[in-house]
């Protein structure tokens, strides 16, 4: 909590008005009761007048300004604490972005989305308890105490043995409901995930009836999470009832105590009056300290799990060393890399050589699993965490910032994002290119004569997902995209799988035409995809079993062979 308190540091000056206005706001508060037993122990007996009426005119107006204080101090504090969690949001998605491609597998895209959502949220609603209730309520109930105490201790002492207790209860369901809402989150990560498979799936799921299942799966999680919810919730109720029955029990006995002093004469009437009225006063101030240890419950579970991802390991390197780059070298070289995920002691791919020079193509082509995305993830500094050396024209990229690696790349991945923005802006994305640039892009990937059926054409809105357009027109959208910045090097992971042969090739023959003096990788499934590649690595169970030509696979490797074979229907 403490890491995100320190996002409020910059609006010291408005919590500062807000505990002022409180403060303000609390002692005219306390008088009020004051000025009533005046007024019923004094001012009434003796038939004064003008001074009831006074007294009273006083206890309206201090209500007025006490209900006005509070007004504009909440607004404060509201405002206060939206703009700092803000803040916090803003940090927490950059954070998300540069994360480390180990940490982002290990949080996982649901709990990070949950973080950023109902997290923040939490912690943004107690921020603003704290400042609203947080002042007031140890105000009230020390001041209540106090002013209580100096008008009739006797009384004063019943409140006294019970706060502790409802201090105790307070206290100790609170340290509890901290590690119970943190279960809770979890449970929330599990539905989150499970409600974006299924949105994002749900052309599948529909396809093959698996409506039921799914349903079934979901409905599994979210009684989990209901479950636990339950438990939450049943840890946080029980100060309530319990606190009302103590504070019930310590009413009757000052009621028994103050009446039998008024008839002994020991005490005036309007001073019970009084004392009730600051019982009550002392009674909301103890619930809203409960409503803030209560609400801690979820902010401090919710605090921690975000600042697990803002102290998470990043991988953003912003500036490059005085590494130079090579023209003479190959563009792209591994040397005898190998990399796991996370906490798997098995290597995803190992001892991975080979070069590629400017203008040549790489084919990788291999059995699902088989590592051919990994090294791809690799090539783009997604993960670093590998042995060995990758090299960008001759230069470690280890030793390069991460815009100077991914600033020389179009890629198109398997299932790559398609916003909901025009076909244009889905080209563009957000990189200046010009309307020139864009249409050459998409003329190269056959998806020109498509938005020229448009009426209006590039500007054409895009559908969320795309799901305004065809498999095909998507991935010729993709393509474009990839192409348009004009890249050093071009990748296709296996970005080809809803086009049919001879829009595939004529694709690949385009942009071997308008891009030849590029690099070009593709990574596929389809020995048509690679079969013309200048180079082409055949990968089985993370390793390269054998690289060369089309031809020369065909005569030396089983395993080219073996696909070439079952695809070709030989």
Known sequence: MKLILSYMKPYKGKITLTVVLKFIGVILELLIPYLLEYMIDEAAPKKDIVLVIALGIGMIVFAIIVRELNVVANRVATRTARNGIHTLREDLFRKTVYLSGAE?????????????????????????????LGVRAPIMLVGGLVVAG??????????????????????????????MFRFVQEKLDMVVRILRENITGMRIIRALSKSEYEKARFETANNDLTRTDIKAGMLMALPHPIMNLFLNIGLIIIIMIGAHRVNAGYMKPGVILAFLTYFNMILMAVMGMNRIFMQYSKAGASADRIALVLA???????????????????????????FHYGDNSDDSIKNISFKINKGETLGIIGSTGCGKTTVINLLLAFYDTYRGTIKLNGCDIRHLSLHDIRNRFGIVFQNDAVFNDTIYENINFGRNISMEDV??????AKLASFVETLPDGYEHMVAIKGMNLSGGQRQRLLIARALAGNPDIIIFDDSSSALDYKTDAAIRNSVEENYSAHAMITVAQRISSVKNMSHIIVMDEGRIVSQGTHDMLIEECDVYKDIYESQMGL
Do not use: W
């Open 104 to 132: 982002f597998d290990r949080i996982s895209l649901p709990s990070l989305i949950s973080r950023m959502t109902s997290d923040s949220y939490n912690v943004q609603s107690f921020i603003g308890m704290v400042q609203r």
């Open 150 to 179: 100096a008008m009739e201790m006797h009384l004063a002492l019943v409140l006294l043995c019970i706060i502790p207790v409802l201090a105790f209860i307070t206290i100790y369901v609170s340290y509890r409901g901290v590690r």
């Open 312 to 338: 998470a390991a990043e991988y953003n390197r912003e500036t490059k060393t005085d590494a130079q780059f090579n023209d003479d070298a190959p563009i792209i070289e591994f040397d005898n890399v190998s």
């Open 439 to 444: 249409k050459r892009a998409a003329e190269t």
